[in-house]
């Protein structure tokens, strides 16, 4: 069964940030989003759940406000994905549990905030 979790108002930020912040200010943004995810999901699931057993796509929906948005290859969700491992969704991020972490920008509307969504789902192979 997937898990669904959204960060209301969450703007992550940009590679090109990123590679012009010193190292201390680049850890301590990935940080935030890593315990940003963590909380966000203890608290819309109660308690920790066993891990995917299988392999995982986590799929990244970024909502930006029109004239906001960052390129595709430009949004950084490292963090987001360590919240996922530290919180136990997923047993760790590297090839033998995540195949992919596609990442998409879109526009926000009424029906869908500024915000981030990430879902998490077992990859049939």
């Avoid at 960052?70 to 996922?84: A, E, M, P, Q, R």
């Avoid at 972490?101 to 526009?107: A, F, L, S």
């Amino acid at each position: 069964m997937p898990v669904k979790l959204f960060l209301p108002g969450e703007r992550p930020v940009s590679w090109n940030q990123m590679c012009r912040f010193h190292y201390k200010a680049r850890h301590a943004r990935t940080e935030r989003d890593k315990e940003l995810v963590y909380y966000a999901l203890f608290d819309a699931l109660g308690e920790h759940i066993p891990p995917f057993e299988k392999r995982v796509d986590i799929e990244i929906n970024v909502y930006f406000k029109p004239g906001k948005a960052h390129d595709s290859d430009n949004i950084c969700v490292k963090g987001y994905v360590d919240g996922l491992v530290a919180f136990g969704i997923i047993k760790d991020d590297d090839m033998r549990y995540v195949r992919r972490v596609p990442c998409e920008p879109r526009k926000a509307t009424k029906k869908h905030p500024v915000g981030v969504i990430i879902t998490v789902k077992e990859v049939k192979e």
